[in-house]
């Protein structure tokens, strides 16, 4: 398993554990709002890795067109 995929992997096992705890409200008020801002940070990291997953397929699938096409 990649570094990456490793990271977007343990980032939304996070993620769900967060949504259980706020969802079942196993979370005291006053921690919501961390759990709330890690919630943001960890969306974030998963959307880059998303967004350069997709750009390196881009990629990929481009070098592999040229190549058919060269």
Same mark, same amino acid.
Do not use: P
């Given at each position: 398993?990649s570094?990456?995929?490793? +990271?977007y ?8 554990? %967060? &949504?259980e705890?706020?969802?079942n409200s196993?979370? =005291?008020?006053?921690?919501l709002?961390?759990?709330?801002? +890690?919630?943001?940070?960890?969306l974030k990291?998963?959307?880059r %890795? &998303? ?5 390196n397929?881009? =990629?990929?699938?481009a070098n ?7």
């Amino acid at each position: 398993m990649s570094v990456e995929n490793f +990271e977007y992997k343990s980032s939304m096992d996070r993620l769900e554990t %967060i &949504l259980e705890q706020i969802d079942n409200s196993e979370m =005291e008020i006053d921690e919501l709002a961390s759990a709330v801002q +890690e919630a943001t940070e960890l969306l974030k990291k998963c959307r880059r %890795i &998303l967004v350069d997953t997709e750009k390196n397929v881009q =990629e990929a699938l481009a070098n592999l067109e040229e190549d058919a096409n060269g």
